[in-house]
Nanobody, 119 residues
Framework: QVQLVESGGGLVQAGGSLSLSCAAS????????MGWFRQAPGKERELVGT????????NYADPVKGRFTISRDNAKNTVYLQMNSLKPEDTAVYYC????????????WGQGTQVTVSS
């Protein structure tokens, strides 16, 4: 099991950039596929993107493709979400999550960090 703590949220103008970090506890971070999710007010939580255990494979939801980049540093037990060209519709609480490699269930979640994009 890992515990996850996000940081880096805040308020940014449309067109700006923001970088989120998710620090994981424990010594087995590389066992996990990591994901970023978001939940806007009144909407369901949605997947933003994922990164595999060694960082060589990433996948993104269509609304963020070409604007967001996920990376990880296993030596620092941290996964990152770089968000560029932000839009007001990116406003949400952003969560990182972990699932054991080769499984489908997201078993560990961070507490979330608020990202607000003003127009």
């Amino acid at each position: 099991q890992v515990q996850l703590v996000e940081s880096g949220g805040g308020l940014v103008q449309a067109g700006g950039s923001l970088s989120l970090s998710c620090a994981a506890s424990g010594r087995t971070f590389s066992r996990y596929t990591m994901g970023w999710f978001r939940q806007a007010p009144g909407k369901e939580r949605e997947l933003v993107g994922t990164i595999n255990w060694n960082g060589d494979t990433t996948n993104y939801a269509d609304p963020v493709k070409g604007r967001f980049t996920i990376s990880r540093d296993n030596a620092k037990n941290t996964v990152y979400l770089q968000m560029n060209s932000l839009k007001p519709e990116d406003t949400a609480v952003y969560y990182c999550a972990a699932r054991v490699r080769s499984t489908l269930r997201w078993t560990n979640w961070g507490q979330g960090t608020q990202v607000t994009v003003s127009s």
